[in-house]
C-alpha cells in the first residue's frame, strides 16, 4: 500500500471516531432530558402590570388674606386753647398696621368737626428697629395747625398702631429736616376732653352710655344730651386721674328715642364756660 493510501484511511477511521463521539454525546443528552423532564425553557410569562396612579394633587394653599382690623387714627379738633389731638379709630386690612393707620391719616375723619392736615396724602412707611419713617409727597395743609402738631399726629398715629415704635422721622416738602421724635407731652398735644363712645353716628338704647379720656381740672367732666338748643339730660362724670394726668370716665344717661347730640366738656375753673367741647351725634332707638 502505498504512503498516499494509508493517509487517506487513517483519515476516514479518525473521521468515523469523531462521527461516533458526537453520536454517544447526543444520545446521553437526550437521555438525560427526558429522565429530568427538562423541556427547553420558554421565556417566563410576564407578570401583572402595576400602573402607578398619581394620588389626589393638593390644592396650592393660598397666602392669608388679612382680616380687617380697627386702626387708630390721630385728628385735629379745634379747642379754646388752639387745635389739639384727638383720636378715632379706622378698619384697615393692611398687613402691617402702621400702613393701615397712615393710610388713615389720608382720609377723611369720621367726625366732621374733626380734620386732618395730611388729607388726601399717601405716604411710604419704613423701620430701622424701634424706629419708624414717614414719607409724604407732598406738603401737608397746616391752616391753624402748627407744623410740630402735624408731626405729632403722625407720630401718636405710628406709635398707637405698634407701641414697639419708639421714635418717628416725619419727611415731607415745608416740613423741616429733622431727626425721629418720640411722642409729646400728652397735656401740650392732647384735647383735655375725648368723648370715645359712642362714635359719631352712632346709635344706642334708651339708656345712653357714654365714655371717654379726659385730663381736667379736678378730674370733673360735664356731660349733656342736646336736642338743637334743648338740654334733656345733663350730669357730670369724674375721671380717674386729674390733670395733668389723664383717666378714663363713664357715666349713663336716660332720654326717650331721638337724634341727639351728645357733650362731652370740660368746665373752666374760673368762669365755668365750656373750656373743651367734644360732641357726637347719636341716635337713640328706644330699646
Do not use: C, H
Not at 446521553?28 to 432530558?33: A, F, G, K, N, Q
Not at 389626589?56 to 397666602?63: K, R
Not at 398735644?189 to 352710655?209: E, H, I, M, Y
Amino acid at each position: 500500500m502505498t504512503s498516499e493510501r494509508r493517509t487517506a484511511v487513517v483519515v476516514v477511521l479518525m473521521l468515523l471516531a469523531a462521527a461516533g463521539v458526537g453520536l454517544a454525546v447526543g444520545t446521553l443528552m437526550s437521555r438525560s432530558d427526558r429522565t429530568s423532564g427538562t423541556s427547553p425553557q420558554a421565556a417566563p410569562p410576564a407578570g401583572p402590570t402595576l400602573a402607578l396612579t398619581p394620588g389626589p394633587t393638593a390644592a396650592p394653599t393660598a397666602a392669608p388674606t388679612p382680616s380687617a382690623r380697627p386702626v387708630p387714627v390721630y385728628v385735629l379738633g379745634r379747642t379754646r386753647a388752639g387745635p389739639r389731638l384727638y383720636r378715632e379709630f379706622r378698619i384697615s386690612a393692611a398687613a402691617d398696621p402702621v400702613e393701615g393707620a397712615v393710610a388713615g391719616l389720608a382720609l377723611a375723619p369720621r367726625d366732621p368737626d374733626y380734620r386732618s392736615p395730611w388729607l388726601g396724602l399717601p405716604a411710604r412707611v419704613s423701620r430701622a428697629g424701634t424706629t419708624a419713617t414717614v414719607t409724604f409727597g407732598r406738603p401737608p395743609a397746616l391752616a391753624d395747625a402748627s407744623g410740630e402738631l402735624a408731626v405729632q399726629q403722625v407720630v401718636y398715629t405710628v406709635t398707637a398702631a405698634d407701641p414697639q415704635i419708639r421714635a418717628v422721622r416725619v419727611v415731607a416738602p415745608g416740613l423741616p429736616a429733622g431727626a425721629a421724635v418720640g411722642r409729646a407731652a400728652q397735656s401740650g398735644v392732647l384735647a383735655p376732653v375725648w368723648l370715645l363712645d359712642p362714635v359719631d353716628g352712632g346709635t344706642a338704647g334708651s339708656r345712653l352710655s357714654v365714655s371717654g379720656t379726659a385730663s381736667v381740672f379736678e378730674a370733673a367732666v360735664g356731660i349733656e344730651v342736646r336736642s338743637g338748643a334743648e338740654v334733656l339730660a345733663r350730669t357730670t362724670a369724674t375721671a380717674s386721674a386729674s390733670a395733668p394726668g389723664r383717666g378714663n370716665w363713664a357715666a349713663t344717661l336716660s332720654v326717650p328715642p331721638g337724634r341727639y347730640v351728645v357733650a362731652a366738656f370740660e368746665l373752666s375753673a374760673k368762669d365755668g364756660a365750656e373750656v373743651a367741647v367734644d360732641t357726637k351725634r347719636v341716635t337713640v332707638s328706644g330699646r
